[in-house]
């Protein structure tokens, strides 16, 4: 019988956007329920709203970022709808870095910020790969950067990045 190794990294993130989401949403089907009989659009819309933001929270509650052998897994759950596979050997280089407001929460894109996968909080690790950039909210970045310098140097990932300078594998 074939054992596997266990991951050597596996960090699950815990955020609090959705208790904000679980209380507006009761409130839009409150809203709901005291406008149905005078105001059926607008009550219909108020419901539909409450319910999305009741569900919304069961796949975006955590972030997930684990070893998965020779790719990093990021994957947001409970219910694992969005999630991500990055190959080590597609990274060039990591640091340490921070988020702000206005990159956003959950999953997005900024022109010249690349993608932000963040579920909560401004530490994050910026990973520089073969075709843009990522970054990785995380409340471990000291933890994830030094996990992920060590697993590009592993991957022989010697490509030095003429955009950002960073040494491969170098934790900033």
């Not at 009989?37 to 319910?51: H, I």
């Not at 919304?56 to 990093?72: E, H, K, M, N, Y």
């Not at 702000?100 to 900024?110: K, M, T, V």
């Not at 075709?131 to 995380?138: C, D, E, F, M, N």
Request: with cysteine; aromatic share 10%.
């Amino acid at each position: 019988m074939t054992r596997t190794a266990a991951p050597r990294y596996d960090h699950r993130q815990l955020g609090r956007l959705q208790f904000m989401l679980w209380f507006t949403g009761v409130l839009f089907l409150v809203g709901a329920f005291l406008l149905r009989a005078t105001e059926p659009a607008p009550a219909a819309v108020l419901a539909v709203s409450g319910a999305i933001q009741l569900l919304l929270p069961i796949a975006f509650s955590t972030l997930r970022v684990r070893d998965d052998g020779d790719a990093l897994l990021l994957r947001y759950g409970p219910l694992p709808l969005v999630s991500r596979r990055l190959p080590y050997a597609e990274m060039v280089a990591v640091k340490r870095g921070r988020s702000n407001l206005l990159d956003g929460f959950i999953l997005a894109y900024g022109p010249g910020r690349g993608w932000i996968w963040n579920l909560w909080g401004f530490g994050c690790v910026r990973v520089q790969t073969v075709t843009g950039v990522l970054r990785i909210g995380t409340d471990d970045p000291e933890g994830l950067a030094a996990f992920l310098g060590t697993r590009i140097i592993d991957e022989g990932a010697q490509r030095p990045s003429a955009s950002t300078g960073l040494v491969p594998g170098a934790i900033a």
